[in-house]
């Protein structure tokens, strides 16, 4: 628990390195991933899906090859987006509905995206443990998003 604390602190300070207010958000978003990834062993493809159009389509990630497009209020990500929240889910396989770009994903967490304070997407963790992530997980990318929306240029 400490150690997650710790680790979300170390993510924070190199985010804020790279991201200030001359820095576009579309950099900064791509910086975040790279750290998300680096730092949490536990994540096995982190990345967003943008709402163009009629769908989410897949943006910026790291990891393996992932689902093109997603429809609003499908899956974990449409549904984050739809709902406008966070989604923790544990165990992939209960949550109905779920979209398995890896069938190896045991655990997921998605959050909505906001730039100019409109939810234009959502970032999504996913992660070959069960249980990956938590409240402490929620609560951390929540306020690094924020720091994100800093570097809106
Ligand atoms: N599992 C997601 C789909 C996106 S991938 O995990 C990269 C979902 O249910 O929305």
């Not at 739809?82 to 923790?88: A, D, L, N």
């Not at 959502?122 to 069960?130: A, I």
Request: charged content about 25%.
């Amino acid at each position: 628990m400490k150690n997650k604390i710790d680790s979300y602190n170390q993510l924070k300070e190199s985010f804020t390195a790279v991201c200030d207010k001359e820095t576009p958000w579309e950099v900064g978003l791509v910086s975040l991933l790279a750290l998300i990834k680096e730092k949490n062993p536990l994540v096995s493809w982190v990345g967003v899906y943008l709402w163009k159009k009629d769908r989410l389509w897949i943006g910026p990630y790291q990891g393996k090859l992932a689902c093109l497009y997603i429809f609003k209020g499908k899956g974990v990500c449409g549904k984050s987006y739809e709902e406008q929240k966070t989604i923790c889910v544990e165990n992939v396989n209960e949550f109905e509905g779920h979209i398995a770009c890896d069938p190896e994903s045991q655990s997921e967490i998605a959050l909505p995206l906001f730039k100019n304070n409109q939810c234009v997407g959502v970032l999504d963790l996913d992660s070959k443990k069960l249980s990956a992530f938590d409240k402490i997980d929620a609560q951390a990318l929540k306020e690094i998003l924020l720091k994100l929306n800093e570097c809106t240029v």
